[in-house]
């Protein structure tokens, strides 16, 4: 019987840690024996720990049980590695996302992530609670994907400094509701948040994954530097002399990436040589092709990755392009949330027969426009051999070529939409911009839909900024 290797987490909020911090961990591992560690999917550090009967280390003298997340906590996952270097929310900042974090004081039992729907780094779907960059300064979307719950967005828009303190109030709250009206309802009741009205369902583009590897130019006289490895192996000796390069020429962020790899910003000019010298005297390779970038495999399964090297190998020597595109591989007993544009999902393998080797078959599936954010999965062919993946893979690459720059930019599915534009009036705050629509009456204030502005007592004011009734102007919105 084949032992399976236990895994064991050390959760990195958001991705985003500090040399310091990276030595801590590198210096536990290496007291445990291990000469590597993997990164995970959703920005965090993996340990594979075990004895020779695959046993969990309680006995060696510097184990620590407590170092690790416990199997019930979440990481957060965040697009913080993506600021300054990729496409960008215009108000976004790289300090927004770390106040944020900073906020998180409790363990996250569900899992979150707060994302620019800009960028392509980080998956906007693959959390229990998702928060989404909107295009009004220091709001967000909440898409609702929670347990026993149909997927659905939360009807008002969070404000950054409330975000912390809504997710801990849904995760005590969501299983007590039966609905996210009662869910937003009791929030309400519960908490003083400066929410929103949603004027727009969000609307996200797909732009084709970026190039994240070697070293790159950024602002300021700045570079980053983006590092992988072929089986998601991080070497600590290596590690932990970047960890003492970025101290000494003063780079204080590493950042995770949810594809097994992870980057630093902010390098300055005159030390990008001295860099480079570093990873040349570690053999360190920055120019692998971008075929073997854009995959998502599970941590420290070697039947995904040799299926991975198998695939790239023949789009390789087949010189096939696979720009814009992200592969993901699950098998048979590790079934996850998709976010990648194709994925090849393993069949269970039937029951071996008695002197007949019975291999795995695979379904192709990939998203809608080839968009992982649509979350939406067509079947593109079922019950494929080994053998034939990659002239499956070869004519699906063709389509998402002959389709490509055509793709509108869609309602991600969650809202009420409309096929027509329909034109209403509503009254806006002359200062804060908030709106009061008739039709939805003020829940803050407890007024029901159907109330007019003008039947609305004399002391109603804006629930946001406090302005008077009088400080509102009719105006007319475009609903599509």
């Not at 779907?125 to 997927?151: C, M, Q, R, T, V």
């Not at 969501?174 to 996210?180: A, H, I, L, Q, R």
């Not at 019950?383 to 990659?390: G, K, R, S, T």
């Amino acid at each position: 019987m084949k032992i399976v290797q236990p895994l064991h987490r050390v959760d990195i909020k958001g991705g985003v840690l500090s040399p310091i911090e990276l030595q801590r961990i590198i210096e536990y591992a290496q007291d445990l024996g291990l000469d590597s560690f993997h990164f995970g999917s959703r920005q965090d550090i993996i340990f594979p720990l075990h004895d020779n009967e695959g046993n969990l280390l309680t006995k060696h003298d510097s184990f620590d049980a407590s170092f690790f997340t416990s199997e019930k906590q979440q990481n957060i996952s965040c697009s913080y590695v993506s600021i300054d270097i990729f496409n960008a929310t215009v108000w976004l900042r790289g300090t927004t996302y770390l106040y944020i974090l900073e906020d998180f004081r409790y363990e996250p039992k569900l899992k979150i992530n707060i994302t620019d729907p800009e960028q392509q780094m980080v998956s906007l779907f693959s959390g229990d609670l998702n928060f989404i960059a909107s295009s009004h300064e220091d709001y967000w979307y909440l898409f609702l994907k929670l347990p026993g719950w149909d997927e659905v967005y939360y009807p008002v828009l969070i404000y950054t400094w409330d975000i912390a303190k809504v997710a801990e109030a849904i995760e005590n709250s969501f299983e007590k509701c039966d609905d996210v009206d009662e869910l937003f309802q009791l929030l309400n009741e519960r908490l003083d948040t400066n929410n929103r009205i949603i004027e727009k369902p969000l609307q996200v583009t797909f732009n084709p994954f970026p190039y994240y590897e070697g070293m790159n130019k950024m602002g300021g006289n700045q570079y980053w530097l983006g590092l992988y490895w072929r089986n998601n192996q991080y070497d600590l000796k290596f590690l932990k002399t970047l960890c003492e390069f970025c101290v000494e020429h003063r780079i204080g962020k590493i950042c995770l990436t949810p594809w097994k790899s992870f980057i630093l910003k902010g390098i300055p000019k005159e030390s990008k040589l001295a860099l480079e010298k570093l990873l040349g005297q570690f053999g360190i390779n920055v120019r692998h092709s971008a075929l073997e970038l854009n995959w998502h495999l599970p941590v420290n399964n070697k039947k995904a990755l040799d299926l991975k090297k198998f695939l790239v190998m023949n789009f390789d020597q087949n010189d096939i392009s696979t720009y814009g595109l992200t592969f993901g591989i699950t098998t048979s007993q590790n079934k996850k949330r998709y976010f990648t544009s194709v994925m090849i999902e393993e069949n269970k393998t039937p029951e071996v027969i008695q002197d007949f080797v019975v291999r795995s078959t695979y379904n192709v599936l990939y998203a809608k426009n080839f968009n992982p954010n649509t979350r939406q999965y067509v079947v593109y062919a079922q019950d494929i051999d080994q053998m034939d993946l990659p002239g499956i893979l070869l004519e699906l690459t063709k389509t998402y070529f002959q389709d490509l720059g055509t793709q509108e930019k869609d309602p991600i599915s969650g809202f009420a939409t409309k096929k027509e534009v329909v034109e209403i009036e509503v009254y806006q705050c002359n200062d804060c911009q908030t709106v009061y629509d008739p039709s939805i009456g003020d829940v803050i204030f407890n007024i029901p839909a159907g109330i007019e502005f003008d039947d609305l007592p004399a002391n109603y004011c804006c629930p946001l900024c406090e302005n008077p009734k009088i400080d509102f102007d009719k105006i007319t919105l475009e609903v599509v």
